[in-house]
Nanobody, 124 residues
Framework: QLQLVESGGDLVQPGGSLRLSCVVS????????IGWFRQVPGKEREGVSC??????AREYADSVKGRFTISRDKNTVYLQMNSLKPEDTAVYYC???????????????????WGQGTQVTVSS
């Protein structure tokens, strides 16, 4: 069983930046693809970005392309968020999935292990 712990959420003004971190621990954690998701109360959870275990593949939602960057340093995955907008306000979760290939990641599948979430609020 994996454990995932997010951090880095905060209140930031529109146009500002934040970097979220997700520390993954557990058996063979380095072989898991990691995804970032976000959810606003009353709305469906939205996939934001994911990165494969080999870092060869990255995927971004259209709503964050060009503004967010996902990266990985062994078992810590970062989400650099720039040019933040009020509509980016949400609880952000990281999640892990063991894909068949270490060079593949997709937001369109079920992720089995989840963190507790970190709040990001973009407001002036």
């Amino acid at each position: 069983q994996l454990q995932l712990v997010e951090s880095g959420g905060d209140l930031v003004q529109p146009g500002g930046s934040l970097r979220l971190s997700c520390v993954v621990s557990g058996f063979r954690a380095e072989y898991y693809g990691i995804g970032w998701f976000r959810q606003v109360p009353g709305k469906e959870r939205e996939g934001v970005s994911c990165i494969s275990s080999s870092e060869a593949a990255r995927e971004y939602a259209d709503s964050v392309k060009g503004r967010f960057t996902i990266s990985r340093d062994k078992n810590t995955v970062y989400l650099q968020m720039n040019s933040l907008k009020p509509e980016d306000t949400a609880v952000y979760y990281c999640a892990a999935k063991r894909f068949a290939s270490t060079g593949f990641c997709s937001l369109g599948v079920d992720f089995g292990s989840w963190g507790q979430g970190t709040q990001v609020t973009v407001s002036s």
